[in-house]
Structures are given as structure tokens and as C-alpha cells.
């Protein structure tokens, strides 16, 4: 019983320090609403900050593509039960954002910086749709799978836990990454960017364009022919024009 109250407890707490992180990543992209924005510190010497920077998206891009392998989740749950491995994953990934928050050295130089008032309105509104779209395409393809919780639950009810099938729910009908496009829509609408910003949105778009192909060949090998047909029928991340 203590162990099940455990593993319910350790999924919980990792999908809630999850959940704070990204909100912290809105409001630190978008410099408002937290304590230390992206453009915020005092800012050194470039090179520095480029270095630093650069090291900090590439231990996300390798803790996020190398953990989220079969083959190293078939290794690793030889160690950390099987319950609570898609939990630690997002434990894992929430502390490497937090270290990315805290250590982030600001580039704070103006790449642009939108005038009108209506085309600012229009980039903050972008802001808004690129993060509802992530959130909204976690539902859609499995928030509670997504983020370990029916794992723990299923452990804690002794249920055996299956991975879902192949879905296609309404978003993931017009194009296969919509979580991405919401990402790459939240990076690029910005009123204001600063060298910080691009150096931010030009590294998370290059691992996106990578991170898809690694899952899409995951998904071939896991889900076979019926994947195989998604990909002819669905495009990656810009929907077909309605005929
Ligand atoms: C963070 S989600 C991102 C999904 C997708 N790349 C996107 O951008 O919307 C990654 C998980 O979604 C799963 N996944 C992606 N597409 C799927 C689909 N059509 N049906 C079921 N699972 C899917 C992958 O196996 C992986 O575990």
C-alpha cells in the first residue's frame, strides 16, 4: 500500500513541478510575470552568454531525444521500475528547464522590435494561440499518458499498463506534430526579439526539425503499417489546403 501511495505521489509531484516549469517558460520567453525573463541579468561578454546558452539547449536536446528512445527506456527500466519511468523522464526534463531558467545568460540586443500597436496586439495573440495549441494537443493525444500519470495510476489499481495505439484525434487529423507547431508558433511570435530570443528560436526550431524524425522513426518501427499510412496521409506540420 505505501508503495503504491508512493509511486501515485512521485507521478503527481513530477507532473505538478512539470506543470510550474512551463508555466515558467511562458512568462520567461515572454519577460513578464516571473522573476528572471530571458533578456533579464546583467549581460557579460557575449561569447560567454553564446557558449553557456548554447550548452544549456544542448543538454535539453540530448536529455530529451536520448531518454525518450525505446532503446534507452528498455535499459534503464532494468533499474527504475517501469511505473514511474515516463514520470522521472518529465522529472528529468523539468530540471534541466529549471537549470536552463536559473543559468540562461542574457543576449539582451535588439533583433526587432514591432512598432504598431495593432501588429503587437497581433504577435502577443500569436503568442497566446502557439501555447493554447500546445496545451490543447496534449489532451488530444494524451495528457495523463504523455505526462506518466495513467502509468502510476495503473501501477497503484495493479492494472497492466498498455502504450496507446496509434490516434488520430482532431488536430493530429491536420498534421502530425501540432504540440511542435504550437511551440514554434509560441518561439517566433514576439513583439520584441532579442539576440537571446533568436539564439532561443533558432536552436529549439533546428532540435524540433531533428526531435520529429527521431519520434517518427520511433513510431514506424512501434506502430508499423497503420503509422506508415498516417505519414502518407498526414503532413508533418502545415495542413493541406481544404479542396
Ligand atoms: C511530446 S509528444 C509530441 C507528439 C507530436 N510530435 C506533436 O508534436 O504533436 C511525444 C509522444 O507522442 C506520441 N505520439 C506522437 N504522435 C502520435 C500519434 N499520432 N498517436 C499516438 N501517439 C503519438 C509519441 O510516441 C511520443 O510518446
Redesign the pocket.
Known amino acids: 500500500m505505501i508503495r503504491k501511495i508512493s509511486v501515485v505521489g512521485y507521478g503527481a509531484a513530477a507532473y505538478l513541478v512539470f506543470v510550474a516549469a512551463l508555466l515558467y517558460a511562458i512568462g520567461f520567453l515572454a519577460g513578464v510575470g516571473v522573476p528572471k525573463g530571458i533578456d533579464d541579468g546583467t549581460a557579460g561578454p557575449a561569447w560567454r552568454a553564446l557558449l553557456v546558452d548554447s550548452a544549456l539547449l544542448t543538454l535539453f536536446a540530448v536529455q530529451h531525444s536520448v531518454m ?1 528512445r525505446p532503446w534507452f527506456k528498455r535499459w534503464w527500466t532494468r533499474f527504475v521500475p517501469a511505473a514511474i519511468e515516463r514520470s522521472t523522464f518529465v522529472l528529468a526534463s523539468t530540471a534541466v528547464l529549471v537549470l536552463l531558467f536559473w543559468q540562461w545568460q542574457p543576449l539582451p540586443a535588439t533583433v526587432w522590435s514591432v512598432g504598431p500597436a495593432w501588429a503587437r496586439g497581433v504577435l502577443w495573440a500569436g503568442y497566446a494561440l502557439g501555447w493554447a495549441i500546445l496545451v490543447f ?1 496534449t489532451f488530444a ?2 495528457h495523463f499518458d ?1 505526462f506518466g500519470l495513467r502509468q502510476v495510476l495503473a501501477r497503484a489499481r495493479d492494472r497492466h499498463y498498455a502504450e ?5 484525434p482532431l488536430v ?1 487529423r491536420l498534421v ?6 504550437g511551440f514554434l508558433i509560441a518561439f517566433w511570435a514576439a513583439p520584441d526579439l532579442s539576440v537571446g530570443r533568436l539564439v532561443f528560436a533558432l536552436a529549439s526550431t533546428g532540435y524540433i526539425m531533428v526531435g ?1 524524425r527521431l ?1 517518427e522513426r ?2 514506424r518501427v ?1 506502430l508499423g503499417e497503420p503509422y506508415e499510412d ?1 505519414l502518407r496521409r498526414v503532413p508533418r506540420f502545415v495542413p493541406r489546403p481544404v479542396r
Open positions: 525518450a494537443s493525444v494524451g504523455l496507446p495505439g496509434l490516434r488520430e493530429y502530425r506534430h501540432p504540440l511542435m507547431v520529429v519520434e520511433d513510431l512501434q498516417y
